[in-house]
């Protein structure tokens, strides 16, 4: 079974850009009607950036969660991506998070794990 995961939005190539360089995920210029990305490495699941007329309203449902070892640069590397960040971070039962937004709003958490929890 193959993961896809795919994410409404309002600007699918302009949201591309946001997440193939978050992700570190290449891009596939044809791939309508959606917008593409997929890991170079063939671990992670593919995405698909689905153009939708709605806007975002309220919190998401399901969100990703990007697993991480240096939340600081980590963070500094996103938020200069375009990310805002809308909480933290904090501490969660020790996993350090922090939830942020993508440039349309799609919350996603940045997250340390604690030692040993593998």
Not at 33 to 42: E, I, K, Q, S
Not at 60 to 68: A, G, I, T, Y
Not at 78 to 88: D, F, H, M, Q, S
Request: proline share 10%; net charge negative.
């Amino acid at each position: 079974m193959r993961q896809v995961f795919v994410l409404d939005c309002a600007d699918p190539e302009r949201l591309a850009a946001f997440w193939a360089a978050a992700l570190r995920y290449r891009r596939h210029p044809h791939s309508p009607p959606y917008t593409a990305l997929d890991d170079p490495r063939g671990e992670g699941p593919k995405w698909l950036l689905q153009r939708v007329p709605e806007p975002k309203v309220g919190k998401n449902r399901m969100h990703p969660d990007l697993r991480v070892t240096d939340m600081d640069g980590e963070l500094a590397r996103l938020t200069g991506l375009g990310a805002t960040v809308v909480r933290g971070p904090f501490d969660d039962e020790g996993w350090l998070t922090t939830v942020l937004a993508d440039p349309e709003g799609n919350e996603f958490c940045l997250i340390v794990e604690p030692e040993g929890s593998s």
